[in-house]
């Protein structure tokens, strides 16, 4: 949460980065809730929605970098 927050973070600055980074901190905030609610589907769908997150936003920035001039 405190990673997703900081200003390293904002690694590119174009809305499609924006989008794919503005979801993360509401999915561990929707797994934190749920673990606390000792909800454990919950939990493993937030879970999975993260890690889900990560994988597509290293995907896109990977595609970016790679077609990028400098
Ligand atoms: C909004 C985009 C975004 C999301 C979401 C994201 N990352 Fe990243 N991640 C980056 C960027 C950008 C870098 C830096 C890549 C670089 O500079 O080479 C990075 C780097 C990393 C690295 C370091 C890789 C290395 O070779 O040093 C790790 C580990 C990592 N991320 C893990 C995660 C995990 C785990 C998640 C999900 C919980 C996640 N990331 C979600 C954008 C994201």
Known sequence: MMISKSVEWR????PDYRVASNGVPRKIEHLLKSAKDKNLDGATLAYTEMTLAC???HKFVR????????
């Not at 690694?11 to 174009?14: D, G, Q, R, V």
């Not at 970098?65 to 400098?70: A, P, S």
Request: hydrophobic share 40%; with cysteine; proline share 0%.
């Open 11 to 14: 690694a590119l600055k174009s």
């Open 63 to 70: 595609e970016v970098r790679m077609t990028r001039l400098d």
């Open 55 to 57: 994988v597509r936003c």
